[in-house]
């Protein structure tokens, strides 16, 4: 390849980079400046300019979209100090939809299952989001400074706690009587046969799961009455959760759930998303309280 | 201690602090991107090609320089000067240097007591 069309081919590549008004002006700069600093090389080295020469003042000057970023800087989509979120973000939204395309994946086990679709939308989604923030930010920088929030993120809703113990006890009720609660519900109704559970799952793996709600409902009842979370009251969640976490996964995997099969397949589908759905849960919990140092040792810490 | 891979990238990052003042500095006569290039090398402060010239167009859009092209010595090239808001710029940076230089003397000077 001839010296000036390597020296031409390196300008339009930097200035294809470049916006429309600025391209002419800065292509005729820069190969002004390629060939005075080409001549000076060649003149040092003794000889004609050649493309070892030409190699190494284009190499010099650096990559053409690294010289193009630097006549015009442009900010990045995603805000290098929101990357973090970003990732998180993206991995918790992608585990979540998987998670639920799991039951249709284990009861039509033959059927194509397109969950790379729904991720891609959405990738893309929170691409825009993101870049819609950082477009927020760089047109209105105040917004960046921090405020404290009025919210104390360990106060709990006494009235939000009360319905989940609610909530809790009609499942408790529901799932320990389940004929009643139907006739209950409905109205006299009685419930389908194929609705029955196993006796073996009934009697002897349901109330592990009864007892463990049981303690989760005590445990939003000591919540609601301190009024707020502690260090330890977290703890003791996150292990509840886990148990009915390691509760459901040993019921969808040991023995019949429901009489009949139809049903019992649904069931056990259904307990293996709800068991993921709480491994994310509990992921997540876990991430963002490690390595957090106590507020007593960081109240002492401040002096307080 | 620094090690071998931190050096060059923070000394790389203590010089970009003052590329610009250091092309402002040699602004108040009309200078092309590599009549520039070579003044500043020969002071003892050479700067990539490939941030130089950008930085020079960079300052202009801002309003710092002003420039035209010539063709006197037969090429054409592109001379950039200070512009009044360059001077004025130029006078800002070089207080704010002339501070942090005495400040950073200082600084070494009680750093390297202590650490004797």
């Given at each position: 390849?001839?010296?000036?069309e390597m020296l031409q081919r390196y300008v339009r590549e930097v200035a294809d980079?470049?916006?429309?008004?600025?391209?002419?002006?800065?292509?005729?700069?820069?190969?002004?400046?390629?060939?005075?600093?080409?001549?000076?090389?060649?003149?040092?080295?003794?000889?004609?300019?050649?493309?070892?020469?030409?190699?190494?003042?284009?190499?010099?000057?650096?990559?053409?979209?690294?010289?193009?970023?630097?006549?015009?800087?442009?900010?990045?989509?995603?805000?290098?100090?929101?990357?973090?979120?970003?990732?998180?973000?993206?991995?918790?939204?992608?585990?979540?939809?998987?998670?639920?395309?799991?039951?249709?994946?284990?009861?039509?086990?033959?059927?194509?299952?397109?969950?790379?679709?729904?991720?891609?939308?959405?990738?893309?989604?929170?691409?825009?989001?993101?870049?819609?923030?950082?477009?927020?930010?760089?047109?209105?920088?105040?917004?960046?400074?921090?405020?404290?929030?009025?919210?104390?993120?360990?106060?709990?809703?006494?009235?939000?706690?009360?319905?989940?113990?609610?909530?809790?006890?009609?499942?408790?009720?529901?799932?320990?009587?389940?004929?009643?609660?139907?006739?209950?519900?409905?109205?006299?109704?009685?419930?389908?046969?194929?609705?029955?559970?196993?006796?073996?799952?009934?009697?002897?793996?349901?109330?592990?799961?009864?007892?463990?709600?049981?303690?989760?409902?005590?445990?939003?009842?000591?919540?609601?009455?301190?009024?707020?979370?502690?260090?330890?009251?977290?703890?003791?969640?996150?292990?509840?959760?886990?148990?009915?976490?390691?509760?459901?996964?040993?019921?969808?995997?040991?023995?019949?759930?429901?009489?009949?099969?139809?049903?019992?397949?649904?069931?056990?589908?259904?307990?293996?998303?709800?068991?993921?759905?709480?491994?994310?849960?509990?992921?997540?919990?876990?991430?963002?309280?490690?390595?957090?140092?106590?507020?007593?040792?960081?109240?002492?810490?401040?002096?307080? | 201690?620094?090690?071998?891979?931190?050096?060059?990238?923070?000394?790389?990052?203590?010089?970009?602090?003052?590329?610009?003042?250091?092309?402002?500095?040699?602004?108040?006569?009309?200078?092309?991107?590599?009549?520039?290039?070579?003044?500043?090398?020969?002071?003892?402060?050479?700067?990539?090609?490939?941030?130089?010239?950008?930085?020079?167009?960079?300052?202009?859009?801002?309003g710092v320089l002003t420039s035209e092209w010539r063709t006197d010595a037969g090429?054409?090239?592109?001379?950039?000067?200070?512009?009044?808001?360059?001077?004025?710029?130029?006078?800002?940076?070089?207080?704010?240097?002339?501070?942090?230089?005495?400040?950073?003397?200082?600084?070494?000077?009680?750093?390297?007591?202590?650490?004797?």
């Amino acid at each position: 390849m001839r010296v000036e069309e390597m020296l031409q081919r390196y300008v339009r590549e930097v200035a294809d980079q470049l916006p429309i008004k600025m391209r002419s002006d800065v292509s005729l700069e820069l190969a002004t400046l390629l060939r005075e600093d080409l001549q000076t090389r060649a003149e040092t080295a003794g000889r004609a300019p050649d493309e070892t020469l030409a190699t190494e003042v284009l190499k010099s000057f650096g990559p053409p979209p690294e010289v193009a970023a630097r006549y015009r800087p442009r900010p990045a989509i995603i805000d290098p100090n929101e990357t973090r979120n970003f990732i998180l973000t993206v991995i918790i939204g992608a585990a979540i939809l998987v998670t639920a395309g799991v039951p249709s994946m284990i009861l039509e086990p033959g059927k194509t299952h397109d969950l790379g679709t729904p991720i891609l939308w959405w990738i893309g989604a929170v691409v825009v989001y993101f870049g819609l923030r950082g477009w927020a930010r760089r047109r209105w920088p105040r917004q960046r400074d921090w405020a404290p929030t009025r919210k104390d993120p360990d106060r709990v809703s006494r009235v939000g706690s009360v319905a989940l113990i609610l909530m809790i006890g009609l499942g408790i009720t529901v799932f320990s009587e389940p004929q009643r609660a139907f006739a209950l519900l409905t109205g006299g109704h009685r419930l389908a046969s194929s609705l029955e559970f196993d006796p073996g799952f009934r009697f002897g793996r349901l109330p592990w799961l009864l007892a463990a709600w049981m303690w989760q409902a005590v445990l939003f009842l000591v919540v609601a009455v301190r009024g707020r979370w502690n260090p330890a009251l977290r703890r003791i969640e996150l292990v509840l959760s886990m148990a009915v976490c390691g509760l459901l996964a040993w019921f969808s995997t040991d023995g019949p759930v429901m009489t009949q099969s139809v049903p019992n397949a649904t069931a056990k589908a259904f307990m293996v998303m709800i068991t993921l759905f709480l491994l994310i849960i509990i992921g997540a919990k876990i991430y963002q309280q490690a390595g957090q140092v106590s507020d007593r040792r960081l109240r002492a810490a401040l002096g307080g | 201690m620094a090690d071998g891979t931190s050096f060059p990238q923070l000394e790389l990052e203590l010089r970009r602090g003052v590329v610009v003042l250091a092309a402002l500095s040699q602004l108040a006569a009309p200078r092309y991107g590599y009549e520039l290039r070579q003044a500043l090398a020969d002071r003892g402060m050479p700067i990539e090609e490939g941030t130089l010239y950008p930085l020079l167009r960079r300052l202009e859009s801002q309003g710092v320089l002003t420039s035209e092209w010539r063709t006197d010595a037969g090429a054409p090239r592109r001379y950039y000067v200070l512009s009044p808001a360059g001077h004025a710029l130029l006078r800002q940076l070089t207080e704010t240097w002339q501070t942090l230089n005495d400040s950073m003397e200082r600084l070494l000077a009680t750093g390297g007591r202590h650490a004797r």
